[in-house]
Antibody, heavy 120, light 107 residues
Framework: QVQLQESGPGLVKPSGTLSLTCTVS?????????WSWVRQSPGKGLEWIGE???????NYKPSLKSRVTVSVDKSKNQFSLKLDSVTAADTAVYFC?????????????WGQGTLVTVSS | DIQMTQSPSSLSASVGDKVTITCRAG??????LSWYQQKPGTAPKLLIY???TLETGVPSRFSGSKSGTDFTLTITSLQPEDFATYYC?????????FGQGTRVEIK
């Protein structure tokens, strides 16, 4: 059973870069799956950020596209998120998730989530 | 972005009740819709995909249906472990978007 685990700094300064890594265990990242980042602001709903396939193909939420980079490291079975020029509005719990595609993507496996606070 | 509107935003129910949550899409989605359950401090859990198909291991008291652009999650005979927040998510076209959530509370 695949497991995902987010890691990275829990505090980022305004205008800085948020960097998180998701480590996949119990299965290869090079399967026929896409891998996503989803965030949840405190007390709010879920927001999809972007996704990557093991070949490096990416898709991003248009409103975040200018600030987001998702990358993959197949040798480490990891994928990563970088979000530039962060503000307090980027404070959220960040989840990594695996997609399965039956009728488009559904997120069937999730990391536990990691809280990232943007503050000076 | 495809807008997803859930109703109600919250509801109170008792153990054994039948609960219905609705998600309305801003456009036709065919069957490209999933439902998730989230409990406080945990990640969402996939319940249903393809509007109707139960994820492996999800109890049969959960079911999904569709009428036009309205999608419904039904929980028959609510159990104590079902008190949580439920989200819909469209998978018809990126960016993938979620409803704002429905919190199911104990009456």
């Amino acid at each position: 059973q695949v497991q995902l685990q987010e890691s990275g700094p829990g505090l980022v300064k305004p205008s800085g870069t948020l960097s998180l890594t998701c480590t996949v265990s119990g299965g290869s990242i090079s399967t026929n799956n896409w891998w996503s980042w989803v965030r949840q602001s405190p007390g709010k709903g879920l927001e999809w950020i972007g996704e990557i396939y093991h070949t490096g193909i990416t898709n991003y939420k248009p409103s975040l596209k200018s600030r987001v980079t998702v990358s993959v490291d197949k040798s480490k079975n990891q994928f990563s998120l970088k979000l530039d020029s962060v503000t307090a509005a980027d404070t959220a719990v960040y989840f990594c998730a695996r997609e399965v595609r039956y009728y488009g993507p559904a997120f069937d496996s999730w990391g536990q989530g990691t809280l990232v606070t943007v503050s000076s | 972005d495809i807008q997803m509107t859930q109703s109600p935003s919250s509801l109170s129910a008792s153990v054994g009740d039948k609960v219905t949550i609705t998600c309305r899409a801003g456009q036709t989605l065919s069957n490209y819709l999933s439902w998730y359950q989230q409990k406080p401090g945990t990640a969402p859990k996939l319940l249903i995909y393809g509007a109707y198909t139960l994820e492996t291991g999800v109890p049969s008291r959960f079911s999904g249906s569709k009428s036009g652009t309205d999608f419904t999650l039904t929980i028959t005979s609510l159990q104590p472990e079902d008190f949580a927040t439920y989200y819909c998510q469209q998978s018809y076209g990126p960016p993938w978007t979620f409803g704002q959530g429905t919190r199911v509370e104990i009456k």
